[in-house]
Nanobody, 124 residues
Framework: QLHLVESGGGLVEPGGSMRLSCVAS????????MGWFRQAPGKEREAVSC??????KYVESVKGRFTSSRDYAKNTVYLQMNSLKTDDTAVYYC???????????????????WGQGTPVTVSS
C-alpha cells in the first residue's frame, strides 16, 4: 500500500524560503511518478510540480521559484520553495502515481495516492 508523509510546512514571511519533504513507504520511489499539489483556503486543489521518469515539470505560477527533487536512497521527494508569496499559502500535498505525460489539469486523477498534507502560510 502506498503511504506518503509530508513535513516541513509552517509560517514564513514573503520572500522567504521553505523546503517540504515527502517520505514514501510501501513502494519504491523509482517505479512511480510523483507530484506536488496544493490547496488554498476556499479553492480547489491544484497542481504544482510533477516528477516523472522523463523529467520534472512545473506549473507557470511557480516556475523559477520552486524546485522539486527526489532522493531514491531515502525514498523521499522534496519541494524547495523560494521567493514565497502570500498567494503560495496553502496545504501542500505529495502524491504518487501521477501521470506526468498529461497536462497539469489532468495530474489529479482517481489513480493518485495522497499524503495527509502539510500547511504553508506565507505572511508578514
Amino acid at each position: 500500500q502506498l503511504h506518503l508523509v509530508e513535513s516541513g510546512g509552517g509560517l514564513v514571511e514573503p520572500g522567504g524560503s521553505m523546503r517540504l519533504s515527502c517520505v514514501a513507504s510501501g513502494f519504491t520511489l523509482e517505479n512511480y511518478s510523483m507530484g506536488w499539489f496544493r490547496q488554498a483556503p476556499g479553492k480547489e486543489r491544484e497542481a504544482v510540480s510533477c516528477l516523472g521518469h522523463a523529467g520534472i515539470k512545473y506549473v507557470e505560477s511557480v516556475k523559477g521559484r520552486f524546485t522539486s527533487s527526489r532522493d531514491y536512497a531515502k525514498n523521499t521527494v522534496y519541494l524547495q520553495m523560494n521567493s514565497l508569496k502570500t498567494d503560495d499559502t496553502a496545504v501542500y500535498y505529495c502524491a504518487a502515481n501521477v501521470d506526468c505525460a498529461t497536462p497539469p489539469y489532468a495530474w489529479i486523477n482517481p489513480d493518485v495516492s495522497w499524503g495527509q498534507g502539510t500547511p504553508v502560510t506565507v505572511s508578514s
